[in-house]
């Protein structure tokens, strides 16, 4: 089946790199998160997008990560200046809209492990 | 600041019977609530979810329990089968237009044989 995808699985980095996560939605699907999860915790927000457009970064922790979805589809998470404190499986969610409900749940990829060395 | 907590960070059950996962939250804006389900090298997986309008919602061995005045909602499995082992996490949301969710930090269940 067609799910969420996330390339790649694993990520390992060297402090003070620029890292690329990439995140293909479920087709037809408008709204995309992005979240981060450090070990023994669960996700934590960071980006929502409503097509084209980033509806709500204020998860982000700071300037070194930004992420796009240019075409309304696909989204690159970017983080520059890596920290090993960055080091986390990074999840991407997408569901048909924003708005919540029984029958709109978010589908979530298997995520990408980065290590920050 | 954890606005949604999940204090058993494990749980052990037997096989046939009741599962009860708990969770709190803080922030009274939430009006969202769903519990998550997520296996190793997986992405969570939605299990159920309850609106703050109501006080149970049903689906199969599935149920959760909304209590609004102690800010609190709990997921009963009945009967527990070995291949509901696995990873719970709790999610609520202030803004249901949006879908940000806020994670618990999980309660990781073991269902023996």
């Known amino acids: 089946g067609a799910g969420v995808s996330q390339t790649p699985s694993n990520k390992v980095t060297e402090k003070g790199k620029y890292v690329e996560l990439r995140c293909d939605p479920i087709s037809g699907h408008t709204a995309l998160y992005w979240y981060r999860q450090s070990l023994g915790q669960g996700p934590e927000f960071l980006i929502y997008?409503?097509?084209?457009?980033?509806?709500?970064d204020s998860g982000l922790p700071n300037d070194r990560f930004f992420a796009v979805r240019p075409e309304g589809s696909v989204s690159t998470l970017k983080i520059q200046r890596t920290e090993r404190g960055d080091s986390a499986v990074y999840l991407c969610a997408s569901s048909l809209t924003g708005s919540l409900s029984y029958y709109n749940e978010q589908f979530f990829g298997p995520g990408t492990r980065l290590t920050v060395l | 600041d954890q606005q949604v907590k999940q204090n058993s960070p494990s749980l052990s059950v037997q096989e046939g019977r009741i599962s009860i996962l708990n969770c709190d939250y803080t922030?009274?804006?939430?009006?969202?609530f769903l519990w998550y389900k997520k296996y190793p090298a997986e992405g969570p997986t939605f299990l159920i979810s309850i609106s703050s309008i109501k006080d149970k919602n049903e689906d199969g061995r599935f149920t959760v329990f909304l209590n609004k005045s102690a800010k609190h909602l709990s997921l009963h499995i009945v009967p527990s089968q070995p291949g509901d082992s696995a990873v719970y996490f709790c999610?609520?949301?202030?803004?249901?237009?949006?879908?940000?969710?806020?994670f618990g930090q999980g309660t990781t269940l073991q269902v023996k044989p």
């Open positions: 922030n009274s804006m939430f009006d969202y």
């Open positions: 999610a609520a949301s202030a803004n249901s237009n949006t879908g940000k969710l806020i």
């Open positions: 997008f409503q097509g084209t457009g980033a509806a709500d």
